[in-house]
C-alpha cells in the first residue's frame, strides 16, 4: 500500500491544524499573508491600531476553522477608546467560495494623536468588550459569547472567553506584523497565531498541558508571522520531544460577501423623499463597503 503523500503547509495564507497525540491536546496554526495584506489595506491605520486589527483577524480565522463553521464567525472588539471597534469576519467556504477573512476597525484619528508615541492596548482600546458570533449559515441558533477586554490583549481576552464559555483550558498566542516592499510607501501586513486547546473527555498527564502551554508561549512573534519559516519547523522548534501529528493546511483567503443587491432591498424601504437626500447630484446612491471598499450604486 502507497504510504499517503504530506503535502506542506503553505508560506502564508492558512490555517494548520495539529494534535499533540499522547497528551490529549489540539491545536492550530495560522498565517495570513496575501489576505490580511488585503485586509488590512482597505483603511490606512497607525502600526499600534493596525497591530490589534490584524490580531483580531488571526483570532476569527483560528476559531472559525476549529468549529468546521459552515457560516459566519464574527470576532469584534466594542470600547470606549480612541480604536472603538475592531470587527473581523470568518466564512467558511460554501458555494464554490473558499474558506476566507475580512477585517475593520474604527479609529478616532484626533484622540489617538493625543496618545503619543507607542500608545499602548489599555490606552487605544479603553474599557470594552470582545464579542464572539457565530452565525450558522444553514439551520441551527446564532451564538454569542461575550468577555470584557483583557489590559494584556486581544489573545488575553480571548483566553478568558474560552474559560467563561467552555471552560476548556486554552493557550492563545497572536502577532501582526507590518513587511515593507522596496518602492513601496505602504507596509503589507501579516498576522499569525498559536492555539492549543485541552480535548474534551481525553485524559491528560498531571503535567501534560502546563508543561505544552508553556512551550507554545515561548513562541515569539516574528516566528508567527515569518514567511521563510516553515510550519512544521515552527512546530519542531516548539514540540520537538512531543509526539505531533501535523493535519493538512488549510488555505485562507481574502474574502468580502458584502452584497449590492442586498443594500438595494434596503434602500427600497426608504421613502423616495428620504432616498433623493442620499443620492449624488446623478441621482445615484453609492455605499462603500467598508470591509473591502468597493462602491455598490444604486439608483434612487
Known sequence: MTEPT?????????????????????????????????????????EAAARIAGEVLALAALLGTALKLDGRLT???????PLDLV?????????????????????????????????????????????????????GQTYQGIVALKPAGIAASAVAYFEQ???????????????????????????GGLMLQATPGVGRGPDDWARLSALAATVEDVELVDTALSAETLLWRLFNQEEVRVHPAEPIVFRCDCDGER????LRSY????????????????ARCEFCGKVHEVRA
Do not use: C
Request: net charge positive.
Open 263 to 266: 443594500i438595494a432591498a434596503v
Open 165 to 191: 464559555s467552555e471552560q476548556l483550558p486554552t493557550m492563545i498566542k497572536l502577532a501582526a506584523a507590518p513587511a515593507f516592499t522596496p518602492g513601496t510607501s505602504a507596509p503589507s501586513w501579516r498576522t
Open 6 to 46: 504530506y503535502n506542506p503547509a503553505p508560506s502564508g495564507d492558512f490555517v494548520l491544524p495539529f494534535d499533540v497525540v499522547d497528551a490529549g491536546i489540539r491545536g492550530r496554526f495560522v498565517r495570513l499573508d496575501a489576505a490580511s495584506a488585503r485586509a488590512l489595506g482597505v483603511h490606512a491605520l497607525p
Open 87 to 139: 470587527a473581523a469576519d470568518y466564512y467558511g467556504a460554501a458555494d464554490g467560495k473558499p474558506k476566507g477573512v475580512r477585517g475593520f476597525a474604527r479609529l478616532d484619528a484626533a484622540r489617538f494623536a493625543a496618545l503619543g508615541a507607542a500608545p499602548s492596548f489599555p490606552a487605544l482600546t479603553g474599557a470594552g468588550s470582545l464579542a464572539i458570533t457565530i452565525e450558522p449559515r444553514r439551520g
Open 75 to 81: 470576532a469584534q472588539t466594542k470600547s470606549d477608546g
Open 271 to 286: 421613502t423616495e423623499a428620504e432616498r433623493k437626500t442620499l443620492a449624488d447630484a446623478d441621482g445615484a446612491i453609492r
